[in-house]
Nanobody, 126 residues
């Protein structure tokens, strides 16, 4: 059983930066692609960023391209989301997700991810 624990969410001012962390436990980290999704109030959960098992492939939603960076530290079993130039529309609960997936491509849909964290709130004040 995989456990994911997010941390780092908080209230920040627009234009500032924030880094989210996701600790992965329970299975070999290298067997899993990792992703971040978010759910704004009143909206569906949406894809933010994903990274394949080796860290060699990344994928981003258009709304965050150039501002957010996903990364992973395989020896530490941890995935990160560096968020720069934050906007009020980035306000949401952010979820870490893991998919048992070892190809070069990276999954980007909710249904492709088997494991989810509990979420961490990011609030961007304008």
């Amino acid at each position: 059983q995989v456990q994911l624990v997010e941390s780092g969410g908080r209230l920040v001012q627009a234009g500032n930066s924030l880094r989210l962390s996701c600790a992965f436990r329970g299975r070999p980290f290298l067997s899993h692609a990792m992703a971040w999704f978010r759910k704004p109030v009143g909206k569906e959960r949406e894809f933010v960023a994903a990274i394949n098992w080796s860290g060699g492939t990344e994928n981003y939603a258009d709304s965050v391209k150039g501002r957010f960076t996903i990364s992973r530290d395989n020896p530490k079993n941890t995935c990160y989301l560096q968020m720069n130039s934050l906007k009020s529309e980035d306000t949401a609960v952010y979820y870490c997700a893991a998919a048992q997936h070892t190809s070069i491509e990276v999954p980007i849909t909710v249904d492709e991810y088997q494991y989810w964290g509990q979420g961490t709130q990011v609030t961007v004040a304008s």
